[in-house]
């Protein structure tokens, strides 16, 4: 017997975890990215899963596990945060000038089973694992998720702490900087994971505005030795990204398999 | 001060040219729209290595009731990305008003902070404007420094800005 609550939750992080191929995309949306002033300088953020990008027309993103860092390294704290039915949506104040980087880390695990002969499935924090699969389950199979959403918004001049890698999961290490994206030129990033350069990891690459046109338009790099991919942005827009990798550096107990995820919300302005 | 004189001085290795005057007028086009706001305007010179060369003028909404002015200035999108967001403003010699519409000149004279260290080289002055709920517009125009011979180059643009004009002098 499942409470109901628990049923909600799950659905909840399903939608922020999208683990299947055929996920929806979950995106973070700011009202800007690049902002110029001193005066009480703030942005809203929207935070969401759907198949267009960037339509808030399925699911809303938790923001249980947001976390905002500021130019000087340390978090910030989010204003007027709520979750709706399609969006939860979340104020950001800008105090210190620099760049911030807006992130949602959910770290779980995903574990299939058989109860009585039926396939089961179950996603939630690695703690409850124990208590959540009943002890006559029988082929089980748990993996490990950590997965990262992110977006970046710079007040004044880039610079700052915040952009410092992490070091666990998938990440992305700018190399150029990502507030700093103009259409027709050529941007660099590194892709991380837990604090090391990812070769050979595809990246797919989706400009917003899905809804008002009859192609997709994805673009697919591949990142070099050196976790570096490259991609020369056709026309302005926000953009986004993901990447993910499947592998066995799981650190959960009774996991097999690790799967970790990036995607990334980047606005590309006009020349 | 402090800021123009660093500007004039990155990325050029050359010595200073020799004294010279550049005039720049601009034309603030009349339009016909149902809510009109003066433009915002930079205009700057862009040296061969594609650095801002010097910062010459900068129109915005300086006074502004709630101190929010430079709120805007990130939509001369050019310029911000440039140098703007490196700079500090408002800043004495560089920043005023916006204009109405009409023809404004900037003249430049060879003592000038923004051209009395500016080395001899292919120069593109370049002027950018964006208007609240309006539109954005850049306009280059080359040009050579220190100039041989007394000379007058134009460019006219199409939405934000009508003509402008620079002359240089030796």
Do not use: C
């Amino acid at each position: 017997m499942k409470p109901f609550v628990r049923t909600l939750a799950a659905l909840a992080l399903s939608a922020s975890l999208p683990v299947a191929a055929h996920a929806h995309k979950a995106w973070l949306l700011p009202s800007s990215t690049v902002l110029s002033g001193k005066e009480d300088l703030a942005i809203t953020v929207d935070a969401a899963a759907s198949n267009d990008l960037f339509y808030f027309d399925h699911r809303p993103l938790r923001l249980e596990s947001l976390a905002v860092t500021g130019p000087d390294g340390a978090v910030v704290r989010v204003e007027n945060a709520s979750t709706g039915k399609y969006r939860s949506s979340f104020d950001v104040p800008l105090k210190q000038a620099g760049t911030y980087r807006i992130a949602l880390i959910n770290e779980g695990v995903f574990a299939r089973y058989k109860e009585d002969g039926k396939e089961k499935r179950w996603r939630g924090p690695a703690a409850k694992l124990a208590e959540e699969i009943p002890s006559s389950a029988t082929d089980l199979v748990v993996t490990e998720n950590v997965r990262r959403i992110e977006t970046f918004v710079t007040s004044g001049s880039p610079g700052g702490a915040a952009l410092k890698p992490v070091g666990t999961g998938l990440e992305l290490e700018p190399v150029t900087h990502p507030n700093d994206l103009v259409s027709g030129s050529e941007a660099e990033f590194r892709l991380l994971l837990d604090g090391k350069p990812a070769p050979g990891v595809k990246v797919e690459i989706v400009r917003g505005g899905i809804r008002y046109r009859n192609q997709l338009g994805e673009t697919t790099v591949t990142t070099d030795d050196s976790g570096v991919f490259k991609y020369t942005w056709p026309e302005p827009g926000m953009y986004w990204l993901e990447a993910n990798v499947t592998d066995d550096k799981a650190t959960i107990k009774d996991a097999k398999e690790r799967r970790a995820g990036y995607a990334a919300t980047l606005e590309v302005l006009p020349e | 001060m402090r800021i123009l004189l660093s500007v004039g001085l990155s990325g050029l290795m050359a010595a200073p040219a020799l004294a010279a005057d550049m005039e720049i007028s601009i034309e603030v086009p009349k339009l016909d729209v149902a809510e009109y706001h003066k433009p915002y305007v930079a205009v700057w010179l862009e040296g061969p290595d594609k650095k801002v060369a010097a910062n010459l003028a900068v129109w915005y909404d300086v006074a502004n009731a709630k101190k929010e002015g430079d709120k805007w200035l990130k939509d001369l999108r050019q310029w911000w990305r440039r140098t703007g967001r490196e700079l500090t403003v408002p800043a004495d010699g560089l920043t005023s008003a916006t204009r109405a519409p009409g023809t404004h000149d900037l003249k430049l004279d060879a003592g000038h902070p923004a051209l009395k260290d500016l080395a001899a080289g292919q120069y593109e002055l370049i002027v950018e404007a964006a208007r609240e709920v309006g539109g954005r517009e850049v306009l280059r125009i080359p040009l050579q420094w220190p100039p041989k011979e007394g000379t007058s180059l134009n460019a006219k643009g199409e939405h934000e800005l009508g003509a402008v004009a620079v002359n240089v002098k030796p």
